[in-house]
């Protein structure tokens, strides 16, 4: 239902933001992938026929503000619900009189924001309602529903992918801001449409951080007479640090640090700084990208220059000892080095051969030669028995098979041409040579 409102009440008490909230379809800004002429969502919204479904998009996209649309068009009971604010009790609550309304024949759409925030016990709560029809479940959520929404909740509901608003679709929406009455329409706003692209591209896709922006701008802006100039200084004021979507336990966290690695691993250094870049200044740990980094340097350089490992751990020891802002040109120094260096994944794929083996094959005793023996009772099971020092030998090489039985002449390890790596590659083929010869 509705709030009503008196006559005395000031909208220009509430943030421009919430001023300026779509009302229909025609003022939402943005998502024309799903909401243009003819698209899917567009046809299920116009038609009342929605049916359960998770708009998944990053903050500021217009998931809510879809939501409160849809309550206005359709003809179903509509329900809001905090996944912040509420528990168990109250949605039992709620889902017992959506029942009671479609045994009258009535639907009910129960919108969920931050449905992320709801653990699986909560979740599993409206599966069976979902599932009967007693409900229509409405979710938002900036974070992948994949790995936050429960499975069998998530298999009935389409997920609709919200994207970040470009910036001329907010730079419009900043210039409608300004002419706008439920915006600044009835005062006389001077500001440059360059000024508003940049602060479209300030607000990152966020359109609630773009009209917030801008509102801070007007208020801090020259008032002369009844005009109010907004200014380049006064705009610069008002951004002096970019605001980065970054969410250090959220999917942007891991999109950002696969960027990274990807980058080195392609050997675009220009590329592996700005991803470096981008996650340092939106406050990330630089001891976690330090530990990332040096995982890289053996599973991606490896025995191709062995020295990408001494750089990466040394990057480490630098983040710990000063941390930052100091450590960003450390940890710029391995990220270049790394992008750089010869790749090679051998040991990489190396251990992934070895490590299927050794969970699924027979887990085979140590062979003899090879075990210690440390007591008399030992020497007597001959334990160390047949074992061949290499060391004594002129060659320092021995025929002794090292692997158990059923494993004989397997090979992991296949070094590759690349970097350092091709002298092991030739140093391997000749003891390789050498024990064939000698077998």
Same mark, same amino acid.
């Given at each position: 239902?509705?709030?009503?409102?008196? #006559?005395?009440?000031?909208?220009?008490?509430?943030?421009?933001?919430?001023?300026?909230?779509?009302?229909?379809?025609?003022?939402? *800004?943005?998502?024309?992938?799903?909401?243009?002429?003819?698209?899917?969502?567009?046809?299920?919204?116009?038609?009342?026929?929605?049916?359960?479904?998770?708009?998944?998009?990053?903050?500021?996209?217009?998931?809510?503000?879809?939501?409160?649309?849809?309550?206005?068009?359709?003809?179903?009971?509509?329900?809001?619900?905090?996944? @912040?604010?509420?528990?168990?009790?109250?949605?039992?609550?709620?889902?017992?009189?959506?029942?009671?309304?479609?045994?009258?024949?009535?639907?009910?759409?129960? #919108?969920?924001?931050?449905?992320?925030?709801?653990?699986?016990?909560?979740?599993?709560?409206?599966?069976?309602?979902?599932?009967?029809?007693?409900?229509?479940?409405?979710?938002?959520?900036?974070?992948?529903?994949?790995?936050?929404?429960?499975?069998?909740?998530?298999?009935?509901?389409?997920?609709?992918?919200?994207?970040?608003?470009?910036?001329?679709?907010?730079?419009?929406?900043?210039?409608?801001?300004?002419?706008?009455?439920?915006? #600044?329409?009835?005062?006389? @706003?001077?500001?440059?449409?360059?000024?508003?692209?940049?602060?479209?591209? #300030?607000?990152?896709?966020?359109?609630?951080?773009?009209?917030?922006?801008?509102?801070?701008? @007007?208020?801090?802006?020259?008032?002369?007479?009844?005009?109010?100039?907004?200014?380049?200084?006064?705009?610069?004021? *008002?951004?002096?640090?970019?605001?980065?979507?970054?969410?250090?336990? +959220?999917?942007?966290? &891991?999109?950002?640090?696969?960027?990274?690695?990807?980058?080195?691993?392609?050997?675009?250094?220009?590329?592996?700084? &700005?991803?470096?870049?981008?996650?340092?200044?939106?406050?990330?740990?630089?001891?976690?990208?330090?530990?990332?980094?040096?995982?890289?340097?053996?599973?991606?350089?490896?025995?191709?220059?062995?020295?990408?490992?001494?750089?990466? @751990?040394?990057?480490?020891?630098?983040?710990?000892?000063? +941390?930052?802002?100091? *450590?960003?040109?450390?940890?710029?120094?391995?990220?270049?080095?790394?992008?750089?260096?010869?790749?090679?994944?051998?040991? &990489?794929?190396? &251990?992934?051969?070895?490590?299927?083996?050794?969970?699924?094959?027979?887990?085979?005793?140590?062979?003899?030669?090879?075990?210690?023996?440390?007591?008399?009772?030992?020497?007597?099971?001959?334990? +160390?028995?047949?074992?061949?020092?290499?060391?004594?030998?002129?060659?320092?090489?021995?025929?002794?098979? *090292?692997?158990?039985?059923?494993?004989?002449?397997?090979?992991?390890?296949?070094?590759?041409?690349?970097?350092?790596?091709?002298?092991?590659?030739?140093?391997?083929?000749?003891?390789?040579?050498?024990?064939?010869?000698?077998?």
């Amino acid at each position: 239902m509705m709030e009503q409102r008196t #006559f005395f009440e000031n909208d220009d008490s509430e943030p421009l933001a919430a001023r300026l909230r779509p009302q229909t379809l025609e003022e939402f *800004c943005g998502q024309k992938h799903l909401l243009g002429e003819g698209k899917v969502l567009r046809r299920l919204i116009e038609s009342d026929k929605v049916g359960s479904m998770i708009f998944w998009g990053p903050p500021g996209v217009g998931k809510t503000t879809l939501a409160r649309i849809i309550a206005r068009r359709t003809k179903a009971n509509f329900i809001d619900f905090s996944a @912040v604010t509420s528990g168990i009790k109250e949605i039992k609550q709620v889902m017992e009189q959506a029942e009671k309304n479609r045994r009258f024949g009535e639907n009910t759409i129960l #919108f969920v924001d931050e449905i992320h925030r709801f653990n699986k016990a909560q979740q599993d709560a409206f599966l069976p309602f979902v599932e009967k029809g007693s409900i229509i479940l409405i979710g938002a959520t900036t974070e992948n529903p994949s790995f936050e929404v429960n499975g069998a909740l998530l298999s009935r509901c389409k997920v609709f992918v919200l994207q970040a608003l470009k910036t001329e679709e907010l730079t419009e929406l900043l210039r409608r801001a300004v002419t706008d009455e439920r915006g #600044f329409g009835r005062e006389r @706003v001077e500001i440059s449409d360059e000024l508003l692209e940049a602060i479209a591209n #300030f607000a990152n896709g966020d359109a609630r951080s773009a009209l917030s922006t801008l509102e801070m701008a @007007v208020l801090n802006g020259e008032r002369t007479g009844e005009t109010t100039i907004v200014t380049r200084e006064t705009v610069e004021q *008002c951004t002096s640090k970019k605001s980065l979507l970054y969410d250090k336990s +959220g999917e942007e966290h &891991y999109n950002l640090i696969s960027a990274l690695h990807k980058s080195m691993r392609n050997s675009d250094p220009d590329a592996a700084i &700005y991803w470096l870049a981008r996650m340092l200044e939106a406050g990330e740990d630089p001891l976690y990208i330090a530990r990332r980094v040096t995982r890289f340097a053996s599973e991606d350089v490896g025995l191709a220059d062995p020295r990408a490992l001494e750089i990466a @751990v040394a990057a480490y020891q630098a983040c710990h000892f000063i +941390g930052m802002p100091e *450590c960003t040109v450390h940890l710029a120094e391995a990220v270049v080095y790394l992008s750089m260096a010869p790749k090679s994944n051998a040991l &990489y794929v190396a &251990y992934g051969m070895a490590k299927k083996d050794a969970l699924t094959m027979l887990a085979e005793p140590v062979p003899l030669p090879l075990r210690n023996a440390p007591t008399k009772l030992m020497k007597e099971l001959e334990y +160390g028995k047949g074992y061949q020092y290499a060391h004594d030998t002129e060659e320092k090489l021995t025929n002794m098979q *090292c692997l158990p039985e059923s494993l004989s002449g397997k090979e992991y390890y296949f070094p590759t041409d690349e970097g350092i790596e091709s002298k092991i590659k030739a140093r391997l083929a000749e003891i390789k040579a050498w024990k064939k010869q000698h077998r």
